[in-house]
């Protein structure tokens, strides 16, 4: 129930997937930044569900700011959006309610709140409840970029299907940041939507990897031991309903290299100390070195599938099979992805203005 | 310079690896728990450098307990640890204080302590510092193991060279908790030392993955959104140096697997719920299903090699090679498990103890 | 602007005073226990202005509550609460927006904020805010009393006069928490409210002394050094706008007794230990003993009064008189001990479910 | 059990009266610092019992510091200090450790410890462990002089005898940190003193009232709601034993003024805004207002005096009577000073750091 994230800069979620509104309270943003709504709707448009790769339900996801702007200006205090739950079909899910969802938190839910949690469209721990979190992130993210920092994820694989790799990072981060389906080659663009919308006629789900770049980070951010750039990022990205793994620089990758093949040799490029290559990802001893930050993310395979599947009903005491019905996609990688950047926005500037205090992002 | 992790049982961590002391302090640690020094000795013994396969700096890691303990029980108060630090040759690398080696901490501690930080033995950023952390992870980890609550680790993989499965997991915990270099399969085993042995012929150093279980937690643990089991322990696992993936259950693996694949179907056994696969390693929604938890973690090769490496004269603003002397481990992947366990353990102490208060450990 | 408070209990705020709403989360609060409307509304009463003692703004303080709660049971997820804002009168503090009130947090917002806080109405600033926070520790408070716990404050003294002191505390309490004007001693109650209205001819305000217990709380509740419950109350307490002092069991007149007069010696009395004396006002060393917690907190008087008061003009840089207008109390003590209620309740819970996890409301 | 206080500057305290160290860890503090001995030492005098009118216990409080200094400026990461425990007569505790003392933490402490806290000299909860918080405190207070802010207190009243008010602040502030017995008026510090040894002779204790005063700290410090500056500096005075009543400005006499006697109006002097009165203590809203901080705190006589007094024995379940042996001070005020400045210090910089970052201090 720690539904609050962050030191200096903090996030509170709060909502469940059929009530009234779903929201976020940004907390500790430094005054006098301008709200930028044409990049807010073009972040939430980005997780929307939409078109044939995704889920039927369609959100509109209209907000309000209800506190912290004034005169489209960041007051200082905190900063609250509401999404209204519109698009709710809750006969969907009350019927089987108590009957748990394989990979779902529908078991676990009901072990930690005895049976009181809102069972309609997973309740609180709805994919919906990101869309709050994009919303705010997509503030401060919009105040990261006038600081000169930047962020962007491209689908690296789709179920082994491959994106090529960045080049120039900074213009594919901008073609990524303006694109809907975040994937760099034209041609593994094609196949991974091709697969997903094949996966739906299987009636099944599929996953992949979201690699995630920050640029223009000064060097020596990060407050180890604890508080490391790695540790506070996947913290926040192992919030986001589907990952299940993290990693920055080479990662796994790493445990297969020598030392003297992994290791980052330093030189002076333009009188400024750079890396050879960048697999540390920007972070060594959990601080900052002025490299690109890159860090990749496992998504798995949405759990909401539509084949039959083994489950148990908790009032009956036995063991049952289980058709789920509802709406639901086959993948939400790409939709996933403005959450992972929101959720490396706010791990950032939070790191930010702890080193440089509450008005850093003005 | 956030130093303290958790919320109601926390750990503070001090030090310096050639200052007079390094420790650590444990606070929220229930009363009335016995100190168990045979069990804090064999943990420290497999952190402990030692043999062919490691640095040549021997450790006594000697320790007092200075608060916190009265007649070999925890009082309820912070508990404080300190080891001294014995062996130190900072000649070794006074020298080249302002040549920052290869992914370490060096260049990232010059940008944040602006040339403060101390330079003898990577300073606040050794490996060392890791002792303290073992110390206080096997009070905790010894009054789990009174809970019915067990955590062990192999070397799942190094270089390449892969262990087997676990199997009757309790039995292989047990057995990689008595032994030095844990792997289950002898002849990976001797492989891997091997490699090791090798590696340290050719002057350079290997990574590999270690595999983390807890078995025993209660269904119904963790803090969502935020403070999940994966965000929790991904953050804890990240402050180890040398880490640099965290995944759970299948992690990366679920990337390449249908929905119907990955999802872990439920039925009842023995009147109990669980699962008939474990790809999500146990953790739901971020909160712990009763089944295994499963945590792999990439730990790169040890960045210190005695090869020959290109880097900067801090000082001089010029570009340089650098030899580094000293002690050093081809691989410390057997030792970093001791760390893994530690944090495992006080991480998931910290959120059964939010869950059941600060006596839950008695 | 950190707007949380609480360790696994905690409470965000969030709003301005013209804003579209005001609101809070609770986050931690456990899972199944039933929203009680009766109470929540007589609370919000309490502090709501009304008759001829208070401002004119009417407030309806009608509220919504969006999240974490399903069919009148909390669902152990974060709750919030939302307020709407009708009775606007903006217009009112437009046109003094640069000219700070006396004794106001005008001048410190210019401060801290830049001059982008919301001017209107004190903004985040406005005493209006406190209405989230009754009605989020009204539920708390009522979850408490099903643990034996109650919380009652009477006004000690306004401006000098006094109230008698608690006889049975229980009995009091009860009688106080019926009543709108919180004060034992019907003499003492008509002279206050007589000050008051006199007060208000006055064009001045008038403040006192919040003489709160608290009792049922069991032996051995607090977290010391840091977290006492002393400082834990007085944290929250100074939190609420117009209190400036705050003591607990004879306080400030501990300084004038002998040792020998200040102790509270002990003795068993049916089977447990009390204190035949209560000047420690139920805390020692920081942590319950069982006996009534007893706190007071110095109200200061309203600092809106309609005097010509003098004041800067922020733009012109130049000294000016300022007369405001608007709605005010001549005192706000009656409904300040609402939010003092609220508060003690936040906090006590919080510590109590430190100690004994999150179910522990339930 | 929360024994770490603080957001982006933090202290952790450990130890009890008669392990083998107490000590501190101050985290987040910024490198470059340098440690000035001289001022540490005399602090630590300050709060040291000596001559007649303290304690027989003498402490040499020699202390190391073990990390966190390198070159004797400090290196941005953990700064532990420790002070070992040498002067200890045990066996003047152990033989009522079963009989708690009147107004100490004796018998709160077996209820949250049950029963194995160190009984020895009050354990973790004697006044000796505000010697390492002292220490930490004066590195910060050293280091906000640098920054033009300086702290100062003295005895505004001791069983009724009063000190002058301040009249030139910085002068006097100067006066009371070079002088051992902090009083300003002469005449008044004769009295105070007289007071005290006679009170030894009745085998009695005092308390009385220590005012602060902390100039040159800007305006727009303070994080309201919850994290104002009168929260947080109550919430760490109440860590100090004795202490029971905090207040600022004004404080409880604002209960007796009306608002137009209260209200510090604004002008403009030498082009800054001041108010013309400073009844608020330097603070509006939580925020300061760039006005001297102005803190009272109530000090209770100490707990330990040599009369008889009632009590029960735990053991046998039975009323008794305790008469107290050992060494006590019939006033700890003046020791208290050192205290109350140390924790104002600390957390006046937590403030500065989290609004201004984390090299603020440097």
């Known amino acids: 129930?720690?539904?609050?994230?962050?030191?200096?800069?903090?996030?509170?979620?709060?909502?469940?997937s059929h009530g009234d509104y779903i929201g976020a309270t940004l907390d500790g943003l430094a005054p006098g930044i301008r709200i930028d709504r044409e990049f807010i709707a073009s972040e939430l448009k980005k997780r929307r569900p939409?078109?044939?790769?995704?889920?039927?339900?369609?959100?509109?996801?209209?907000?309000?700011?209800?506190?912290?702007?004034?005169?489209?200006?960041?007051?200082?205090?905190?900063?609250?959006?509401?999404?209204?739950?519109?698009?709710?079909?809750?006969a969907d899910y009350e019927a089987n309610a108590r009957i748990p969802r394989p990979s779902h938190a529908d078991y676990t839910a009901e072990c930690k709140y005895h049976g009181f949690s809102d069972p309609r469209g997973?309740?609180?721990?709805?994919?919906?409840?990101?869309?709050?979190?994009?919303?705010?992130?997509?503030?401060?993210?919009?105040?990261?970029?006038?600081?000169?920092?930047?962020?962007?994820?491209?689908?690296?694989?789709?179920?082994?299907?491959?994106d090529r790799e960045l080049g120039d990072i900074r213009a594919d981060i901008?073609?990524?940041?303006?694109?809907?389906?975040?994937?760099?080659?034209?041609?593994?663009?094609?196949k991974m939507i091709a697969l997903t919308e094949e996966c739906?006629?299987?009636?099944?789900?599929?996953?992949?990897?979201?690699?995630?770049?920050?640029?223009?980070?000064?060097?020596?951010?990060?407050?180890?031991?604890?508080?490391?750039?790695?540790?506070?990022?996947?913290?926040?990205?192992?919030s986001i309903?589907?990952?299940?793994?993290?990693?920055?620089?080479?990662?796994?990758?790493?445990?297969?290299?020598?030392?003297?093949?992994?290791?980052?040799?330093?030189?002076?490029?333009?009188?400024?100390?750079?890396?050879?290559?960048?697999?540390?990802?920007?972070?060594?001893?959990?601080?900052?070195?002025?490299?690109?930050?890159?860090m990749r993310c496992a998504v798995k395979p949405t759990p909401s599938i539509f084949k039959e599947q083994d489950s148990v009903d908790l009032d009956k005491g036995e063991n049952v099979t289980l058709s789920i019905s509802g709406r639901h996609d086959p993948s939400i990688i790409h939709r996933a992805r403005a959450v992972v950047d929101a959720m490396t926005a706010l791990t950032l500037a939070d790191l930010l203005c702890v080193r440089y205090g509450t008005d850093y992002l003005r």
Not at 4 to 16: D, I, Q
Not at 204 to 209: E, K
Not at 211 to 218: K, Q
Not at 273 to 291: A, R
């Open 50 to 90: 939409s078109g044939k790769i995704s889920t039927g339900r369609i959100e509109a996801d209209e907000y309000t700011i209800v506190s912290g702007v004034y005169g489209e200006y960041t007051t200082g205090t905190p900063l609250t959006v509401l999404i209204p739950n519109t698009n709710k079909r809750s």
């Open 122 to 162: 997973g309740g609180h721990f709805s994919g919906r409840l990101t869309a709050p979190l994009v919303l705010v992130g997509a503030i401060v993210r919009r105040a990261l970029m006038d600081k000169g920092i930047f962020i962007g994820t491209h689908i690296k694989s789709l179920h082994g299907e491959e």
């Open 200 to 238: 739906r006629e299987r009636r099944d789900s599929i996953g992949g990897v979201l690699e995630t770049y920050a640029i223009g980070i000064p060097e020596g951010v990060g407050e180890p031991w604890f508080d490391t750039i790695e540790g506070c990022l996947a913290h926040a990205m192992f």
């Open 174 to 190: 901008e073609y990524l940041n303006a694109t809907e389906y975040p994937v760099l080659d034209p041609m593994a663009k094609e």
């Open 1 to 16: 129930m720690k539904n609050t994230f962050g030191s200096t800069l903090s996030v509170t979620l709060f909502g469940e």
């Open 241 to 294: 309903p589907a990952i299940k793994g993290v990693e920055f620089g080479c990662g796994f990758g790493l445990s297969n290299l020598y030392g003297s093949e992994a290791n980052d040799q330093l030189e002076y490029r333009d009188g400024r100390v750079v890396t050879k290559t960048n697999n540390s990802g920007g972070i060594n001893g959990g601080i900052t070195n002025g490299m690109p930050i890159v």
